[in-house]
């Protein structure tokens, strides 16, 4: 295994030219070839026998607090111990090989000590966002009972009254500070900096993410001691990251994107990868720490890029960009241009999913060759093709069809093992030798692929992804709504906003106030980033024969009223008219 993490190194090393396309290529013809060991521990053979002997004072993580200017680094020496002390500490306090450690807290260097220490020791990860609510927490530990939970202060006490509303009780409670009835992790000051290495298999489920889905509440995604670390070789060589490379990755640890590009991807090659705390993402002070810290990779989500070229770039000195990447959603051109104007880079886009690693995109070598708006084409890690609604496979261009990865020739590494104890989830999505991701695409007569949208119903709005059953379960909760159906409308800041359309109990009435009311009602129940943006009252909604919400009918009535001005016979209300509500727009 080591040797394809060197491979890597060297190709990302070279010029980009078609010799370094043609190396990658047969790099993971080899990846897709092999046999794998039957036990593997990216944390003992790659990151401690390979960087951490080859060069164990060089900086591993930058991390700072963008509000304070606070600043701590870690070299990959340092890093190690720290994952060490935890290990030791887990096995003091009855904890083993396959327990699980719920982590929610906000970027804080204690993240990467513990993502690190639950490789080595075989625990399983479960990245959990600082957005969630209490009854969120609720569904996800009586889902998953949580044996080990590190949190901030600031998460602790909501995290208390999950546990209490469940009765559940985890053998270790961590707070990165000081909380009554919590074990500080500072504690861990007093172990050992040496620790054992689990055994653990290939096949063993390490890392735990739970995703929104169309139907039913969020679903759990379960990577192997593989899928992601040996996986997301497609995404360093997507990315492009060379040892000597500072990379940031502008993401929270609660998502499956932080353990793609925060950790793996430069952690793979021996790169320094950075942090940045925040309270509010402040456009200004965020390009300063860019700047500060001499960042040379820069992944970022199409929001941030849209609010970025909308500044005055020319108070940053951000000269040492070496690579600029997006994912989550198509740039504008006019987005790449301007970025591209000030810092001779181009914002190179690439796509993947909580269920797998970089299955399409832009790599290094497409510089000057980029089409804008097309996403790239497949990772050679990755069989991508399209099908149509038949399952039968599209080969003729500029045809729209279903994403789907095929297995027939070999099964991807950097694809999921399961979705955990759901057996039906899982039928439905592999079907006839493909994966089916539950997007759509098409691709020219060049091979460039060009995003399409959701299949399904989810919804993508501002990088996030929002299942329409969560939302309408929350509205179905008032008194006032007899039945809601939720769908993303599209918009040019954040691609979709989340309309719900409500159908009203007989004894209420469609007003101002009421909505203001639903609103208030979702905000108890929904993290902010799920909340309805639009409400609209209506009499009833498109169905199916069998009753089922056809909500691709209400996306197509949605684009079809935005292009035809405002019609006053509509009962629709925006979250941004209420003062009351929050004094930003959107």
């Known amino acids: 295994m080591k040797e394809l993490f060197k491979e890597v190194i060297r190709i990302n090393l070279m010029e ?9 290529k047969k790099l993971f013809a080899k990846v897709n070839a092999m046999e794998l060991p039957e036990y593997f521990n990216w944390a003992t053979e790659i990151f401690e026998d390979l960087h951490v002997c080859r060069n164990p004072d060089k900086k591993a993580l930058i991390w700072a607090d963008i509000d304070t200017l606070k600043t701590k680094t870690y070299t990959y020496k340092t890093l190690l111990k720290k994952a060490n002390q935890l290990i030791n500490l887990f096995c003091a306090s009855g904890i083993k090989k396959g327990d699980n450690l719920y982590m929610m807290s906000p970027v804080l260097p204690e993240n990467w000590f513990a993502s690190l220490a639950c490789i080595k020791a075989g625990i399983v990860s479960v990245p959990t966002a600082t957005t969630m609510t209490q009854r969120e927490l609720e569904f996800r530990f009586e889902a998953y009972s949580p044996k080990i939970i590190m949190a901030d202060e600031d998460c602790a006490d909501l995290i208390d009254k999950a546990l209490e509303e469940t009765g559940i009780e985890p053998k270790l409670k961590l707070v990165i500070g000081q909380k009554k009835g919590w074990t500080s992790f500072d504690v861990i000051e007093n172990e050992s900096f040496e620790a054992k290495a689990a055994k653990t298999r290939s096949s063993d489920i390490l890392f735990c993410f739970f995703t929104s889905g169309t139907t039913g509440l969020p679903k759990r995604v379960g990577h192997t001691a593989v899928s992601y670390p040996v996986g997301h070789l497609s995404t360093t ?11 940031h990755n502008l993401s929270a640890p609660g998502w499956a994107k932080w353990a793609w590009s925060n950790f793996f991807a430069p952690f793979n090659v021996g790169a320094t990868t950075s942090g940045f705390k925040f309270s509010l993402l402040d456009g200004e002070q965020y390009l300063d720490a860019i700047s500060r810290h001499q960042v040379t990779t820069f992944c970022a989500p199409p929001t941030a890029w849209r609010m970025f070229v909308n500044m005055n770039l020319d108070s940053f000195n951000l000269s040492g960009l070496r690579q600029s990447i997006s994912a989550g959603e198509p740039l504008n051109p006019d987005v790449i241009d301007k970025w591209k ?10 796509y993947g999913q909580t269920e797998s ?7 290094p070598w497409m510089k000057g060759k980029m089409r804008p708006g097309s996403f790239g084409y497949p990772s ?5 093709a399209l099908a149509d609604n038949e399952g039968n496979e599209i080969t003729t261009p500029d045809q729209e069809g279903h994403i789907v990865v095929k297995l027939d020739q070999w099964r991807p590494i ?15 999505v592999f079907v006839d030798q493909y994966y089916y991701t539950g997007d759509r695409a098409s691709f020219d007569a060049d091979g460039y692929w060009w995003f399409v949208g959701r299949a399904d119903d989810v919804i993508k709005s501002s990088d996030y992804r929002i299942g329409p059953f969560e939302v309408e379960s929350a509205l179905g909760e008032h008194p006032a709504v007899a039945e ?3 769908i993303g409308a599209p918009d040019p800041n954040r691609y979709q906003l989340v309309k719900a359309y409500v159908i009203l109990n007989p004894s209420y009435t469609a007003t101002k106030e009421l909505a203001l009311e639903l609103f208030k009602h979702t905000i108890t129940i929904l993290p902010k980033f799920k909340i309805p943006r639009i409400i609209e009252f209506v009499s ?10 056809r909500r691709i009918e209400l996306r197509q009535i949605e684009i079809a009223k935005q292009g035809n001005g405002e019609d006053e016979t509509i009962k629709e209300y925006f979250y941004w008219d209420f003062p009351e509500l929050s004094p930003k727009k959107k």
């Open 16 to 24: 980009e030219t078609l010799e370094k396309e043609a190396c990658a």
């Open 237 to 247: 060589v997507m990315i492009g990251i060379r040892p000597d490379d500072v990379h």
């Open 341 to 350: 104007n000030h810092t001779q880079t181009e914002i190179r886009d690439f």
């Open 357 to 363: 690693t970089a299955m399409i995109g832009n790599p």
């Open 380 to 384: 050679f890690m990755y069989d991508v």
């Open 414 to 428: 950097g694809l999921f093992a399961d979705y955990i104890g759901n057996p039906e989830k899982m039928s439905s």
């Open 484 to 486: 809601a159906a939720v």
């Open 540 to 549: 009833e909604v498109p169905k199916t024969i069998s009753g089922k919400i």
